[in-house]
């Protein structure tokens, strides 16, 4: 007896078993992209912060920003353990897509810039740091843009 569901709305019974799989929460999908968005907007509430002076507000929402900086790169980092462990197991993996490899090298150079400037002291030190930290910032807020705005190939 063929157990085999007919189609529905011209996809396969294996079309949505790749969306089951990709929608489940053990595969580092939803920590990837919102670890991602929360490192991203962290960061950018930190750089808003710094332009605008020292009062006790500003450094407030500062602190805040740290921590959701912070927060979105420990899910990030979840998230990396987890798809790199579900590929290794699942019968079909779900390989990471050019705008998510972009941002993850960004994110990486982000990372390594901030660390970078915390521990210079000279002016060309950090001014380099600075500018491997915007060149990781841009890269990983383009390649999740385009992970977006592109569709997942099979």
């Not at 420990?74 to 990471?96: C, D, S, Y």
């Not at 002016?123 to 807020?141: H, K, P, S």
């Amino acid at each position: 007896m063929n157990h085999e569901q007919p189609p529905v709305n011209g996809h396969s019974e294996s079309h949505f078993s790749y969306l089951e799989q990709r929608n489940s929460m053990n595969n580092g999908h939803f920590l990837l992209k919102w670890g991602t968005i929360s490192f991203l907007a962290g960061y950018a509430i930190i750089f808003a912060t710094a332009v605008m002076g020292d009062s006790g507000f500003v450094l407030g929402v500062s602190m805040l920003g740290m921590l959701i900086a912070f927060a979105g790169l420990i899910g990030w980092v979840v998230g990396m353990i987890q798809r790199l462990r579900f590929n290794k197991q699942a019968e079909t993996p779900l390989h990471f897509t050019i705008g998510e490899k972009i941002a993850l090298v960004g994110t990486a150079f982000l990372v390594l810039g901030i660390l970078l400037v915390n521990g210079e002291a000279s002016g060309e030190g950090v001014t380099m740091a600075r500018l491997i930290a915007i060149l990781g910032l841009i890269g990983a807020g383009g390649g999740a843009l385009w992970h977006l705005m592109t569709p997942r190939k099979n």
